[in-house]
């Protein structure tokens, strides 16, 4: 995910540079800040229906003076958890908050049985993708843990020509926690025939809350190498979150890619931020995903078009991957 890029882009440079003197340890200060920067450049605070003045009021009176570090950072942090969104975190030397989404909700992902009695024997691993045919060589199944991990031409060549000839492919991108949006995009150009709006964006430019620029287009452009245009089964839990959202949600727009499994958890927001006086830096949602329809569901997750559990007593079945084979086949 991204962190802390373009905060000069988004805070001048001469904001986020501070004398360290006495006033900018000040816990009133550094609360205040805080809270200002979001209230007036937060994506959410509609759709998550966040009281955030009756926030500011509880939180503040938990302040007082020559509190501790570590006493600052619990009431700074507890109060940017109220927001419910993994792209809000602080950051200081010695601890980051975290709101943690997937662990809200059940378990739909894991490793151990995949790699198990889905990828083994033959298991494969190309670049970022570790792959293998499923069902009799008839479905492709290919786990791509995470758009950190960038994509190479060739080795997504290979894995696709690898499964040309499947009656379709097993997307699993379970537990990705997201990355690059160019990721998304080159993935994305592997599915279609021709260049097709798949979602809109917009960014908040005001100190009103429900302030927002126009919604820009963002679209999938058909790659020139190798594509695979049959049924593809994306399977998505919880833990598919940020980049690996907007990928979801762009699948809405595609016929040929299904999204199973659990709703994702959310993040369609650009994340962006800045420093406190106290030199512990920030970052929080700019910005808002949205479908064709402007339909602005991207970050309380997009759900599945086929809902599908794991039953965590089956140590030898994933039911996400089984229910994919039964759609393909």
């Known amino acids: 995910m991204l962190l802390l890029a373009g905060i000069c882009a988004f805070t001048s440079c001469e904001k986020i540079v501070f004398k360290k003197d006495k006033a900018s340890k000040d816990v009133y200060t550094n609360f205040d800040y805080l809270w200002n920067e979001v209230d007036q450049k937060y994506a959410y605070f509609e759709i ?9 009021i509880r939180y503040r009176a938990q302040l007082y003076a020559d509190m501790s570090d570590d006493s600052l950072f619990n009431v700074l942090g ?4 109220e927001l419910k969104d993994d792209h809000t975190n602080l950051y200081s030397p010695f601890n980051v908050s975290v709101y943690q989404v997937d662990l809200k909700h059940p378990q739909n992902y894991d490793s151990r049985i995949v790699r198990e009695f889905y990828l083994n024997p033959g298991i494969t691993i190309t670049g970022g993708f570790t792959h293998n045919f499923i069902a009799n060589k008839q479905v492709g199944y290919i786990r791509y843990e995470s758009f950190m991990n960038d994509i190479k031409d060739d080795e997504l060549d290979y894995v696709l020509n690898k499964y040309a000839d499947t009656k379709g492919l097993i997307l699993d991108l379970r537990s990705n926690g997201g990355g690059t949006l160019t990721n998304v995009s080159k993935l994305l150009g592997r599915f279609v025939n021709e260049k097709t709006i798949v979602l809109y964006n917009r960014i908040r430019d005001g100190k009103g809350r429900n302030d927002f ?23 998505i839990d919880r833990g598919s979150y940020s980049a690996t ?8 727009a595609l016929a040929n890619l299904v999204l199973v499994g659990d709703t994702t958890g959310g ?15 920030y970052r929080f949602s700019i910005s808002q995903s949205a479908d064709l329809n402007k339909n602005n569901f991207a970050e309380e997750g997009v759900p599945a078009d086929i809902p599908a559990q794991l039953n965590l007593q089956d ?8 229910r994919a084979v039964l759609e393909l086949l």
């Open 245 to 252: 959202n907007d990928f979801s949600l762009a699948t809405k």
């Open 78 to 81: 507890n109060m940017l958890k």
């Open 315 to 322: 140590r030898t079945h994933d039911a996400i991957i089984e």
């Open 213 to 235: 620029g126009d919604y820009k287009p963002f679209y999938a452009i058909p790659s020139e190498n190798i594509k695979y245009l049959k049924p593809v089964m994306v399977l």
């Open 267 to 281: 993040g369609g927001g650009l994340p962006n931020g800045g420093q406190l006086p106290n030199g512990w830096t």
């Open 48 to 56: 998550k229906q966040v009281n955030w003045d009756e926030i500011k």
